[in-house]
């Protein structure tokens, strides 16, 4: 059966909704790597720790810059975050809000990347879902160093990104700054940066 079928007579299907960038349009469409390998770890947060501390010291410890996480279910004695809606002025897609302080919440999934910035310091990216104080259940971006580790702790797995590292950018189309793959050719000069251009 087609879709059309599933909708009335003299109506259309709902448009996806289109984010308009600010910036010119650029032909690689996505950059994306692969890791060839790369250390897999279960990582317990304490008590007290920023989620920020919790995450990068563990693994600065062994060596490790560049990583995935998956944060599990857990309390946080204090959980900030903020959104990014629109951007009101229209000079960009979207901008962040400022910061929600939640309290003590219940943090129901995360996931983040841990990279770093221009000047080489560990930077922590990390999208929550979560119920704050008042039952209310709310997304949005965590800030990894106001973020504190409720009284049981936390766990979280990580996966070490091996061959490439992460680091903040300046994109042009976005005019914004984020995360993207930096490549480390291997021994044999091959290289884990793989691209996608527009089609």
Request: net charge positive.
């Amino acid at each position: 059966m087609s879709n059309n079928a599933l909708v009335p007579a003299g109506s259309r299907l709902p448009q996806p909704r289109a984010w308009v960038h600010p910036g010119p349009i650029q032909a690689q469409r996505i950059t994306h790597c692969i890791a060839p390998q790369g250390r897999h770890l279960r990582i317990a947060l304490p008590r007290g720790a920023t989620l920020f501390d919790g995450l990068v010291q563990p693994l600065a410890a062994l060596g490790i810059h560049n990583a995935a996480f998956n944060i599990l279910a857990g309390e946080f004695e204090r959980l900030v975050y903020c959104v990014a809606p629109p951007d009101p002025t229209g000079r960009v897609a979207a901008a962040y809000t400022e910061p929600n302080d939640a309290g003590q919440s219940y943090l129901l999934a995360a996931n983040a990347t841990l990279g770093s910035n221009e000047a080489g310091q560990p930077v922590v990216h990390c999208h929550a879902g979560l119920r704050d104080s008042n039952g209310r259940l709310r997304g949005g971006h965590l800030l990894p160093q106001a973020c504190v580790v409720g009284r049981h702790g936390l766990v979280a797995f990580a996966v070490e990104l091996q061959g490439f590292a992460v680091q903040v950018g300046y994109d042009p189309e976005t005019t914004l700054s984020f995360f993207k793959p930096t490549t480390l050719a291997d021994a044999s000069g091959r290289s884990a940066m793989h691209r996608e251009s527009r089609q």
